[in-house]
């Protein structure tokens, strides 16, 4: 899985390869459906950017919601973000500050 992780990023910002977002979106799902929290954070980016996929806010928040379970600040400050706005998930302002809040208690600075 590690491998995946790291082609991915390798992939992605064209480092020792050839930028490339279409292989770096499979290697992060990959890795995703594995269970690895950073990957279902990068992977609900992914799909909120459109980067190597469909953009859909809707499973944006699936994968951060994943990643945010396992106590990923970055998945739960941008869950934290879609509930604020709306996107992909109902809004809800309560929701949002509660992921806010567990984001900045891990010293996530954007939170």
């Given at each position: 899985?590690?491998?995946?992780?790291?082609?991915?990023?390798?992939?992605?910002?064209?480092?020792?390869?050839?930028?490339?977002?279409?292989r770096?979106?499979v290697?992060?799902?990959?890795?995703?459906?594995?269970?690895?929290?950073?990957?279902?954070?990068?992977?609900?980016?992914?799909?909120?950017?459109?980067?190597?996929?469909?953009?859909?806010?809707?499973?944006?928040?699936?994968?951060?919601?994943?990643?945010?379970?396992?106590?990923?600040?970055?998945?739960?400050?941008?869950?934290?973000?879609?509930?604020?706005?709306?996107?992909?998930?109902?809004?809800?302002?309560?929701?949002?500050?509660?992921?806010?809040?567990?984001?900045?208690?891990?010293?996530?600075?954007?939170?």
């Amino acid at each position: 899985m590690m491998a995946q992780v790291y082609l991915g990023q390798m992939y992605a910002f064209g480092h020792g390869a050839a930028q490339d977002d279409s292989r770096a979106f499979v290697l992060c799902r990959q890795a995703a459906q594995q269970g690895h929290a950073f990957s279902q954070s990068n992977l609900g980016v992914r799909y909120e950017l459109g980067k190597g996929c469909k953009q859909s806010y809707e499973l944006a928040a699936e994968w951060w919601a994943k990643a945010a379970e396992q106590g990923n600040a970055n998945a739960q400050f941008n869950l934290g973000f879609a509930y604020k706005e709306g996107q992909g998930v109902p809004q809800s302002h309560h929701r949002a500050v509660e992921l806010f809040k567990l984001s900045e208690a891990q010293g996530y600075a954007p939170a």
